[in-house]
């Protein structure tokens, strides 16, 4: 059961997260209507001797909110606290959905730069996890944060900017929930504007020899590679005067609905039950998709819904390093007895400035990796990572790897940099658990 709003009463219920792969048993649950309620909570739990953690909509592959202490579930703490039209920031409660957000901008005549593919998630759960899209000139949701505010373990609020506590803010915008619990966010904001999607099939060898010019000459590139294959389908997102010029709801029926989500879902269900047959399904279903073009407002380009549930693993390798390793691993697969139904996907991220940002300090490309669900991932999750981890990869924090902190110190020149902050703010491992055991340390 879940617990009236600010209370911290007991609770008996499991939290299991969207791919139902991590379960936990909370002590209680919160749900703080106000920044004094949550501060409450927290004084409380430290108490009683409770760890606390954070959770979103659980869209994390990890055990990153998984605690057997409080959880506190913020969604009494949600909507848009002011907005400043001459700075260009929107300042949003943590627990608001990004498709809440997005909606509410576009009444406003406003968009985020840029946004990953989907927008359940909520802005604190997406923002502390480094939820990315694909972008040659514009980072991640976090890269596009300007401040935010922050209930530390000793019931201090930050306020966290550039100028204000600005070592806080290089660590907080991508914290794991390690560094406290979030209550507000400013992001930078702009104008909404057209995008005009071009998504076409391509052969892999096309793709991956023409890769360099696909990404110079388009804001947004990314690609879908279908394994034992040698199809892709890309996709091209340019701003445009517009005007909108949406998919046809036919169209946008059977492409979006019937063939993404649908269909697969079935010949998903088929490789599972029969995987001997993926090699053919592969085959068929990486031409089904056909070349559209279409004009709309950013998160209805960017976005789509995704009902199909997977496992997934995500790995940020340098840039320059991304067709080396996309064919390794082409290689891998065909030189092995797996067999894999869910198609590899393939974006960039340019650097940015946030300690523990997959991008951090370098240009990137993402190479996800999944499986359907209930579908046996290990072998061909730990083949793609010891292939990623050869390129300096660093896995997506929310996303399935099995790296832990002596890595991480490697492949993150700013490691001891975000565990300073974390020692100062939480020494006490308030908001600590098993996995932020792991990828950071004691």
Known sequence: MSTAAGSSGKSTAAWRNWAGNVTARPAREATPASVDELRDALRQAKEDGLKVKPVGTGHSFTATAATDGLLIRPELLTGIRRIDREAGTVTVEAGTPLKRLNAALAREGLSL?????????????????????????????SAQITALELVTADGTVLTCSEKENPEVFA??????????????????????????????????????????????????????????????????????????????????????????????????????????????????????????????????????????????????????????????????????????????????????????????????????????????????????????TAHEGRPHWGKIHTRDAGYFSQVYPRFAEFTAVRDRLDPDRLFGNDYLRRVLGD
Not at 124 to 136: I, M, N, V, W, Y
């Open 113 to 141: 730069t840029n946004m990953g593919d989907i927008m359940e998630q909520t802005v604190s759960g997406a923002t502390s996890t480094g939820t990315h899209g694909t972008g040659r000139d514009s980072a991640s949701i």
């Open 171 to 388: 660590a907080a915008r991508i914290g794991l929930g390690a560094l406290g619990v979030i209550s507000a966010i400013t992001f930078s904001v702009e104008p909404v504007f057209f995008l005009t999607a071009r998504e076409e099939p391509m052969t892999f060898d096309k793709v991956t020899s023409e890769f360099d010019a696909l990404y110079a000459e388009n804001e947004h590139f990314e690609f879908y590679w279908f394994p034992h294959t040698g199809n892709c389908t890309t996709k091209r997102n340019n701003r445009s005067a517009g005007p909108a010029a949406p998919p046809g709801k036919v169209s946008a029926f059977v492409e979006d609905e019937i063939l993404s989500n649908g269909l697969f879902q079935v010949v998903n269900t088929l490789g599972r039950a029969v995987p001997a047959t993926i090699p053919g399904i592969a085959k068929i279903s990486s031409k089904a998709l056909s070349a559209r073009t279409y004009t709309d407002i950013p998160y209805k380009v960017f976005t789509s819904p995704r009902r199909v549930r997977f496992m997934e693993m995500e790995y940020a390798v340098p840039r320059a390093a991304l067709v080396e390793t996309l064919r390794e691993l082409k290689t891998m697969v065909e030189r092995s007895n797996l067999r894999i139904s869910f198609p590899v996907e393939v974006r960039t991220a340019p650097a940015d400035d946030i300690a523990l940002s997959t991008a951090s300090g370098r240009e990137s490309a993402y190479i996800a990796v999944h499986m359907y669900r209930g579908t046996p991932y290990q072998a061909y999750f730990t083949a793609a990572e010891r292939i990623f």
